[in-house]
């Protein structure tokens, strides 16, 4: 399975409203989870489920899903947040990551 | 403290091979899948191989299968990838990665999710003549 994720990177304001979207290339339910990992450091679970907030995530974070197209909204971009963010789909062997998406300050 | 540290990365030459360790601690071992997830330099994440808690099922990406082999040793919480005819594009950064699983519904019905939740520091393979 195939996850198409856009754009590769993007540049923001704190303050700002950031939509990050994956589309995977067949249908995959809700079987997709978000990462965020910056610069030198482990990748960090945000959302699972397509829609479940993880435990100690802010929640100016969130997801959503129409059919096979997922969205990461980051309601108010903050200095932390500035990061690259992975899709990742768990329905089929092989797991598939998306591309990334680089969100960097403007 | 809940942790994972790798060990077991180098520089080797093609065709040649590395067994990776990962050590747990702080948790129950046994009660989870853990995976192995590489990065290469400057590029994004790639998921190579997954292992259920009794380690009766394996999974891998289509690029290390047959070459790869992921074990572990539930009694002395460690897992382990053994990767045999290695190529200049398995260089990379390993990482060790536990499964969380949590659970979510949809259509109303329950589903485990992937949501990798514990990362070791990563473990650097290099591979080049």
């Known amino acids: 399975i195939q996850m198409t994720q856009s754009p590769s990177s993007l540049s923001a304001s704190v303050g700002d409203r950031v939509t990050i979207t994956c589309r995977a290339s067949q249908g995959i339910r809700n079987d997709l989870v978000w990462y965020q990992q910056k610069p030198g450091k482990a990748p960090k679970v945000l959302i699972y489920g397509a829609s479940n907030l993880q435990s100690g995530v802010p929640s100016r974070f969130s997801g959503s899903a129409s059919g096979t197209d997922f969205t990461l909204t980051i309601r108010s971009l903050q200095p932390e947040d500035f990061a690259t963010y992975y899709c990742?789909?768990?329905?089929?062997?092989?797991?598939?990551f998306g591309g990334g998406t680089k969100v960097e300050i403007k | 403290e809940v942790q994972l540290v790798e060990s077991g990365g180098g520089l080797v030459q093609p065709g040649g091979s590395l067994r990776l360790s990962c050590a747990a601690s702080g948790f129950t071992f046994s009660s989870y899948w853990m995976n192995w997830v590489r990065q290469a330099p400057g590029k994004g994440l790639e998921w190579v191989a997954n292992i259920k808690q009794d380690g009766s099922e394996q999974h891998y990406v289509d690029s290390v299968e047959g070459r790869f082999t992921i074990s572990r040793d539930n009694a002395k919480h460690s897992l382990y990838l053994q990767m045999n005819s290695l190529r200049a594009e398995d260089t990379a950064i390993y990482y060790c990665?536990?499964?969380?699983?949590?659970?979510?519904?949809?259509?109303?019905?329950?589903?485990?999710?992937?949501?990798?939740?514990?990362w070791g520091q990563g473990t650097v393979v290099t591979v080049s003549s």
């Open positions: 990742l789909q768990d329905y089929d062997y092989p797991l598939t």
């Open positions: 990665v536990r499964d969380e699983a949590p659970r979510y519904f949809y259509g109303g019905s329950a589903y485990y999710s992937s949501a990798f939740d514990i």
